[in-house]
């Protein structure tokens, strides 16, 4: 793939590019799902593919193709430069300055795990046969109107070359699991929950009989959902949920937002925006991070990038193109792994500390407006009474502004969650309106 991506830039260079970035992937996929007793679907997967991004007398355009033979590659580079010379000219749009790569290599970022070669589909299947039949083996199972659970495994290799001086290739690999319980309510709804794990290395994935019967209990725990009165309250997200909520504040850092006046960080960078509390970095050098990478999508060297400190927006998040037109340096131009400055508490202990409120475990539905910060969010989980989980919640609401609500951020847990890039810790704000009842 290396050497079809360099031909590939000295073939459209010769065409008439004036600069050139080739993008060549290749990707293995095998997964299994299994589906109340049987086997459900098996796919098994490898796709070759090659973006080229072409600058062509002050034009630019992104174009993609999957047939990497010579004589393919030549007539899709014909077309696509001829493409290209149609379009408006647009003087913001350059291959990234050369000073911003990198000759890092993944060594040490434990991304790559080679078991992987000997990870079969039917070791797949077993897993999910697993995970089913231990999910069908929990007290109470009885209720269980379907189960469903999957095994899955990816190995990707990325290499990216420009006309300017990047060479750069790298290997992943990912493993998940899941498996979705619904049930039987007494009032005839059909609650569904469920519980997964998504790792980089095979070993780190958990036992799949213990997420099976996790996914089933999470499921009853689910039964009998109602509405509590609405009020404005103290709302503990869980760490498997955060990850959506904290979403709400990365989406406006991006550049595009800024350049269009879409977001309501504009302008904020030094300035207070949250709590103490909200403190975090974007670190793509994390190991076994799932958003680990030695460089970016456009090649830039992977760096840790300070977000929020103590509450001071610190950075956005831009590339080249955006950085121009804002006149802003460029960082990179999407997120990788979110590394919090945690707490010292367990989301037990944080539980003892709302004494009364919510336990939010997930969002159902609802916007963000990245422009104005108000937010209105759908949600499921569960009463908080006495520091203790009460009676589950459903059909229930949270809204405000996220100006407002992240500065009533009054704790952050210790326990990331290690199965999204987000790695989102469980967060307590001290006031939300909750609406319900």
């Known amino acids: 793939m290396l050497e079809i991506a360099r ?13 050139v970035g080739a993008v060549a992937k290749v990707k293995r996929e095998v997964d299994v799902t299994w589906r109340d007793g049987k086997l459900e679907k098996i796919t098994e997967a490898t796709s070759r593919a090659l973006e080229v991004r072409l600058f062509v007398d002050g034009r630019f355009s992104v174009c993609q193709t999957s047939d990497l033979r010579p004589e393919g590659i030549t007539s899709f580079l014909d077309n696509a430069i001829g493409l290209t010379r149609t379009l408006a000219k647009d003087p913001h749009r350059t291959l990234p300055d050369p000073a911003l790569y990198t000759s890092a290599t993944p060594e040490g970022l434990s991304i790559a795990d080679p078991r992987i070669e000997s990870v079969t589909a039917l070791d797949l299947r077993r897993m999910a046969q697993t995970m089913e039949e231990a999910a069908r083996s929990v007290k109470g199972s009885e209720v269980i109107l379907s189960v469903s659970s999957n095994g899955s495994h990816a190995w990707t290799e990325t290499t990216q070359v420009h006309s300017n001086g990047l060479e750069g290739s790298f290997v992943s690999t990912a493993f998940s699991m899941y498996t979705d319980v619904s049930i039987k309510d007494d009032d ?13 290395m095979y070993a780190d994935l958990p036992d799949p009989a ?13 039964r009998g959902a109602k509405k509590i009165p609405s ?15 904290m979403s709400y504040v990365l989406r406006p850092l991006g550049g595009s937002a800024l350049q269009q006046k879409r977001s309501y960080l504009e302008g904020l960078v030094g300035k ?3 709590s103490d509390k909200l403190d975090f970095a974007d670190d793509p050098l994390l190991p076994k991070g799932l958003g680990t990478r030695p460089f970016d999508n456009e090649g830039l060297a992977a760096r840790r990038l300070p977000i929020f400190e103590k509450g001071v927006l610190r950075n956005h998040y831009i590339d080249t193109y955006y950085g121009k037109k804002l006149g802003m340096a460029p960082t990179t131009g999407s997120s990788s792994n979110i590394a919090w400055k945690l707490g010292a508490k367990t989301q037990a202990a944080l539980l003892v500390d709302v004494k009364e409120g919510i336990f939010v475990t997930s969002f159902l539905g609802g916007n963000s407006n990245d422009t104005t910060g108000d937010f209105s969010l759908g949600v499921q989980g569960f009463a908080i009474r006495g520091g203790k989980l009460a009676e589950p919640i459903a059909e229930m609401n949270v809204s405000g502004r996220h100006q407002d609500v992240w500065k009533r951020l009054v704790a ?12 989102t810790p469980t967060l307590a704000f001290d006031g939300m309106q909750v609406a319900g009842t």
């Open 210 to 222: 213990t997420l099976g019967r996790r996914a089933t209990e999470r499921a009853l725990a689910r």
């Open 272 to 274: 207070p925006f949250g």
């Open 188 to 200: 005839g709804r059909r609650p569904e929950e469920g519980d997964y794990a998504w790792v980089r």
């Open 7 to 19: 031909n590939t830039v000295s073939l459209a260079k010769q065409k008439g590019a004036a600069e």
């Open 412 to 423: 952050v847990g210790n326990d990331p969650f290690v199965h999204s890039p987000s790695r």
């Open 231 to 245: 009020a404005v309250m103290p709302v503990l997200l869980d760490n498997r949920a955060a990850g959506r909520f």
